[in-house]
C-alpha cells in the first residue's frame, strides 16, 4: 500500500535561518506531489505541485522554493525565513494523470513550522 | 475561476444525531469532482468521499454520504449517527478538467465539528 513520509513533525526557527522540509513517498510510482500551508484555523492554500522530477509549478509567488530531486522525494525550502512562513505545511500525493480524475489527494502528517 | 463555499464556520451536534456540512461550488467547466476531508485536531488530512460531476447517484462511504444538487451547485456531506471521534475540521474541495488535469485541489474555507455527549 501507499504511504506518504513527512518530517519533522514540529520545527521552531529564527527569523532569516534556512528551512528544509522533506516528503516521501512509498509504493507508487510517478505520483503528483504538492505542497500546501494552513495558516491557524484557515483552509489549505496551495503552494507548489509537481508532475514529475525537476518539474515544479508554484502556485503563490514567496518566500518559498520546492524541488523534486528523486521522483518520490518533494523538499520545501527557504533561504531566509519570515515571521510570515509561520503555519502548518502539509505534503500530498494522488495518482492519475488527464481529464477528471476520482483519486483523491492523500496527506502526511504535516509539519508545524514557528518563526520566532 | 474556480470556487468553493463553507458557509458554516462551526456547528454543535449532539452524539448519534446526523449533522449537514454545507458547500457550494462554482465552475463554469462541465466535468469536475468533489471531495470532503477531514482534519481532526492532530492535524492530518483524510479523505472520506468523492462525487463526481456526472455521477448518477449520491455518493456514500458508511456514515458518511454526500447530498449532490448539480443545478444548485451544492456538495453536502452528511453524517449520520455522529460520534465523539467525527469532532474535527471539514473541508470540502473540488477538482475541474479545464485547469486542474493535474489533480489539483481548490479547498473550502472548512467547518468545524464538535460532537457533544
Known amino acids: 500500500s501507499q504511504t506518504i513520509h513527512q518530517w519533522p513533525a514540529t520545527l521552531v526557527q529564527p527569523v532569516g535561518s534556512p528551512l528544509s522540509l522533506e516528503c516521501t513517498v512509498e509504493?507508487?510510482?510517478?505520483?503528483?506531489l504538492y505542497w500546501y500551508r494552513q495558516a491557524a484555523g484557515r483552509g489549505l492554500q496551495l503552494l507548489f505541485y509537481?508532475?514529475?522530477?525537476?518539474?515544479i509549478s508554484s502556485e503563490v509567488p514567496q518566500n518559498l522554493s520546492a524541488s523534486r530531486p528523486q521522483d518520490r522525494q518533494f523538499i520545501l525550502s527557504s533561504k531566509k525565513l519570515l515571521l510570515s512562513d509561520s503555519g502548518f505545511y502539509l505534503c500530498?500525493?494522488?495518482?492519475?494523470?488527464?481529464?477528471?480524475?476520482?483519486?483523491?489527494?492523500?496527506f502526511g502528517d504535516g509539519t508545524r513550522l514557528s518563526i520566532l | 475561476a474556480q470556487k468553493i463555499t463553507q458557509t458554516q464556520p462551526g456547528m454543535f451536534v449532539q452524539e448519534k444525531e446526523a449533522v449537514t456540512l454545507d458547500c457550494t461550488y462554482d465552475?463554469?467547466?462541465?466535468?469536475?469532482?468533489l471531495f470532503w476531508y477531514k482534519q481532526p485536531s492532530s492535524g492530518e488530512m483524510i479523505f472520506l468521499i468523492y462525487?463526481?460531476?456526472?455521477?448518477?447517484q449520491n455518493a456514500t462511504e458508511g456514515r458518511y454520504s454526500l447530498n449532490f444538487q448539480k443545478a444548485r451547485k451544492s456538495a453536502n456531506l452528511v453524517i449520520s449517527a455522529s460520534q465523539l471521534g467525527d469532532s474535527a475540521m471539514y473541508f470540502c474541495?473540488?477538482?475541474?478538467?479545464?485547469?486542474?488535469?493535474?489533480?489539483?485541489?481548490?479547498f473550502g474555507a472548512g467547518t468545524q465539528v464538535v460532537v457533544t455527549p
Open positions: 500530498a500525493w494522488s495518482g492519475g494523470r488527464g481529464g477528471i480524475s476520482n483519486q483523491p489527494q492523500h
Open positions: 509537481s508532475v514529475g522530477i525537476g518539474q
Open positions: 465552475t463554469s467547466d462541465p466535468s469536475y469532482g
Open positions: 509504493g507508487t510510482s510517478n505520483p503528483n
Open positions: 474541495a473540488m477538482r475541474a478538467a479545464s485547469t486542474d488535469s493535474w489533480g489539483k485541489l481548490q
Open positions: 462525487q463526481g460531476s456526472y455521477d448518477q
